[in-house]
T-cell receptor, first 114, second 114 residues
Framework: NAGVTQTPKFQVLKTGQSMTLQCAQD?????MSWYRQDPGMGLRLIHY???????DQGEVPNGYNVSRSTTEDFPLRLLSAAPSQTSVYFC?????????????FGPGTRLTVL | AQSVTQLGSHVSVSEGALVLLRCNYS??????LFWYVQYPNQGLQLLLK??????LVKGINGFEAEFKKSETSFHLTKPSAHMSDAAEYFC????????????FGSGTRLQVQP
């Protein structure tokens, strides 16, 4: 199993550009989520999905869109990049929606917005 | 509502010394608690978790943590630090019965001196 994979690993954008961060998992997990990591702030939840076709907002959803057309994939779209979106982005998945389920994290995408 | 506080953004110990990383939580429902480790330029890896049952939880790489409800704490310990333990450590709580996601502390960077 590859686990949770993310592409690209690094990305530099100019203000106003759009892009999609890719996330895929091969563990047949129902629950997937996106976090951003900023220095001194831990990880904060952007969006999450409890299954194909179902998505919802997390703690910091503004400026981001998600969709979940398959169980495996959960892309994150930046609509119009802003410098405040410079961060490291992590995708995670877990078996189901149970609070006890372990979340597995991808290697992250380091995004810089100029 | 839920939150996690990690006391000490940086902790430095000598190789062979005791490691103690502090975590206190706030939760309006019975919490499930997690410790993750992040090595440089990598994703997060689960060290251990507390769900129910025994309050002393053993994890990977010789780490353990004790859930103390009366103190609302879940401190991480290791009897003898190794150079390879140098990393950032995150405490997280799963207490959001809606989103079923993790709320993270701000992280503690552990340095191990030779």
């Amino acid at each position: 199993n590859a686990g949770v994979t993310q592409t690209p690993k690094f990305q530099v954008l100019k203000t106003g550009q759009s892009m999609t961060l890719q996330c895929a998992q091969d563990m047949n997990h129902e629950y997937m989520s996106w976090y951003r990591q900023d220095p001194g702030m831990g990880l904060r939840l952007i969006h999450y999905s409890v299954g194909a076709g179902i998505t919802d907002q997390g703690e910091v959803p503004n400026g981001y869109n998600v969709s979940r057309s398959t169980t495996e994939d959960f892309p994150l779209r930046l609509l119009s990049a802003a410098p405040s979106q410079t961060s490291v982005y992590f995708c995670a998945s877990k078996k189901g929606a149970a609070r006890t389920d372990t979340q597995y994290f991808g290697p992250g995408t380091r995004l810089t917005v100029l | 509502a839920q939150s996690v506080t990690q006391l000490g953004s940086h902790v430095s110990v000598s190789e062979g010394a005791l490691v103690l990383l502090r975590c206190n939580y706030s939760s309006s429902v019975p919490p499930y608690l997690f410790w993750y480790v992040q090595y440089p330029n990598q994703g997060l890896q689960l060290l251990l978790k507390y769900t129910t049952g025994a309050t002393l939880v053993k994890g990977i790489n010789g780490f353990e943590a004790e859930f103390k409800k009366s103190e609302t704490s879940f401190h991480l310990t290791k009897p003898s630090a190794h150079m390879s333990d140098a990393a950032e450590y995150f405490c997280a709580v799963s207490a959001d019965t809606g989103r079923r996601a993790l709320t993270f502390g701000s992280g503690t960077r552990l340095q191990v001196q030779p």
